[in-house]
């Protein structure tokens, strides 16, 4: 009966990861954005037909170079600092902008904070986020002004040190987008800059992990990217886990499934439980008493040749 039971439950674990595969699929193919059947994608612009300044911006991926940490720009409270002062601890993650942005900007920090309200991971705790206004005229006052209203957002107490908005001189500004790869205009027309949307995750040490594009930055795709910026210290060991199936694009900056990795971990957990199912069979086997020897009956103490 006990391994009636025993074999039950191994089936059942089985039929579960079975189900978790089927469900990370399932919501996969949900989250990656593909066109549904039947879509048809209109023909893209060429580049002659776009305006000017938008041939110019753009991100180029850095992927694990250092940035500039000695660049000196001016904090929330107007004191100068030197962004390496951010790292060294927790991963960053950072993002350009600009606080009078009437446009984009205020939908990076809207979702910057949205998906940062979803994670478990604390700011100031086990990462820093870091904004860097491009605008050299803005000042200190505008990005206390910003902090203070995102904060309020964020809406957890203690986390104010995990936040720092900061603005700096032309010659700075222009270091550190350069080496962030971030490419960004100023439209004599609109009397605005042009520039992309995204956020960077950065290692402690200065090292661009992943690039996050879009006005929309998912919490798995953050989450992950933090685990692979600090090599696994971030997040659990199921994190971990889950990594291993998930690939990260770097067209579209963000993690897809992989199937055949969850494949090979269904098939090892399979036969890692088979293996302890087996072994507790024949302990069990080997721990039950035996039956007394019947009299005339061959066992190896009564049998003589």
């Not at 990594?243 to 990260?248: I, N, R, S």
């Amino acid at each position: 009966m006990r391994a009636s039971k025993s074999f039950g439950a191994s089936v059942s674990f089985v039929a579960f990861v079975s189900f978790v595969l089927t469900l990370s699929l399932s919501t996969s193919a949900q989250m990656t954005g593909a066109p549904a059947a039947g879509y048809k994608r209109e023909p893209a612009a060429t580049a002659s037909s776009m305006p000017p300044a938008l041939r110019q911006i753009g991100f180029d991926q850095n992927v694990n170079q250092r940035l500039p940490l000695d660049t000196a720009f001016r904090d929330e409270d107007g004191n100068t600092v030197r962004i390496g002062e951010f790292f060294g601890a927790r991963p960053v993650v950072l993002a350009f902008v600009y606080y009078d942005c009437p446009m984009l900007c205020t939908q990076v920090l809207n979702a910057i904070t949205s998906t940062l309200g979803v994670l478990a991971l604390d700011a100031g705790r086990d990462f820093d986020v870091v904004l860097v206004s491009f605008d050299p005229r803005e000042q200190p006052s505008l990005a206390a002004t910003k902090k203070a209203e995102y904060l309020a957002r964020y809406k957890r107490p203690g986390t104010e040190r995990g936040w720092h908005f900061l603005t700096g001189k032309e010659p700075a500004i222009k270091r550190l987008t350069g080496a962030a790869g971030f490419r960004y205009v100023w439209d004599a027309d609109t009397k605005q800059f042009a520039h992309p949307t995204g956020i960077l995750v950065v290692t402690p040490d200065g090292r661009i992990a992943r690039y996050l594009f879009g006005i929309e930055y998912g919490p798995r795709d953050l989450r992950f990217a933090l685990l692979d910026a600090t090599e696994g210290k971030v997040g659990s060991v199921v994190d971990s886990l889950l990594l291993f199936c998930y690939h990260y694009d770097p067209m579209t900056g963000r993690y897809g499934f992989v199937i055949m990795r969850a494949l090979r971990i269904a098939a090892v957990a399979t036969v890692l439980l088979l293996g302890a199912f087996i072994a507790v069979m024949i302990r069990r086997d080997r721990a039950r008493p035996r039956p007394p020897a019947q009299p005339g009956f061959a066992t190896p103490q009564n049998f003589r040749a």
